[in-house]
């Protein structure tokens, strides 16, 4: 699967994100379209190096918590935009909106329309940098789970019911958790020294280095989604 570079871009609510209008069908599960995978691949590289760029503001400063290992702070406060960007290519999403709390709680015998709960936590960025991140990653989660969501496990590490719960959110629903709860959107594996290591040193080094980065990361998503025979396939 090959990665392409991007520049820096940030999803706000002015971006331009085209989603398909029809609700995929079974078949859809099973098959997609090589340009949809390349455009999904863009987007998520997008965010990911968003998601870098919060996460270098935060280990160069005493005023934020620092999410990752304690032990790797000075390497990524070290991070330069060109590592970022490679770091970013890793062909999974790195930021987590706290899914397992971001709950559908409609009555499957009702027609409310689907309401939301998030536990509280502590703000880890600015808020004006917060709300951003958090507004990026839910807006391109929905458009991966509405384009290509046979894959979308995958990118996501998302179970089948969470990406089936996903996709009845609306983009009002997103707009209005990334205004109220910002603080939901974190680190991937925040607690997994030797992920963010492997993607750190990827970043620096090369061509092979950086194909080795993306399987580690894709394994690992595969394997929280419970795509157990994808992850142990592509060991």
Excluded at 184 to 192: A, D, F, G, L
Aim: glycine share 6%.
């Amino acid at each position: 699967m090959e990665l392409h570079s991007v520049s820096p871009t940030m999803v706000t609510q002015s971006s331009s994100i085209h989603v398909p209008t029809r609700r995929a069908d079974n078949g859809a599960w099973q098959r997609f379209e090589p340009a949809a995978l390349s455009e999904v691949l863009r987007t998520v590289c997008s965010v990911n190096e968003q998601l870098f760029g919060a996460l270098v503001d935060s280990a160069r400063s005493d005023c934020t918590d620092f999410l990752l290992p304690e032990s790797i702070r000075h390497q990524v406060a070290r991070l330069s935009s060109d590592e970022c960007r490679r770091a970013a290519r890793c062909g999974v999403l790195l930021s987590d909106a706290n899914w397992g709390e971001l709950t559908d709680l409609r009555d499957e015998h009702s027609h409310e329309q689907p309401k939301v709960t998030l536990g509280s936590r502590r703000l880890w960025l600015p808020a004006y940098q917060s709300t951003s991140l958090a507004l990026a990653t839910l807006l391109v989660s929905w458009y991966v789970v509405h384009s290509i969501p046979a894959v979308a496990r995958v990118f996501l590490g998302l179970t089948a019911a969470r990406v089936a719960a996903y996709r009845e959110l609306g983009v009002g629903d997103l707009a209005k958790i990334a205004r109220c709860h910002p603080e939901c959107v974190r680190p991937r594996w925040s607690n997994r020294l030797d992920l963010w290591t492997h993607l750190i040193e990827g970043a620096s080094q090369g061509v092979s280095e950086s194909r080795s980065m993306t399987l580690r990361c894709l394994q690992a998503s595969a394997g929280e989604s419970g795509w157990r025979a994808y992850a142990g396939s592509a060991a």
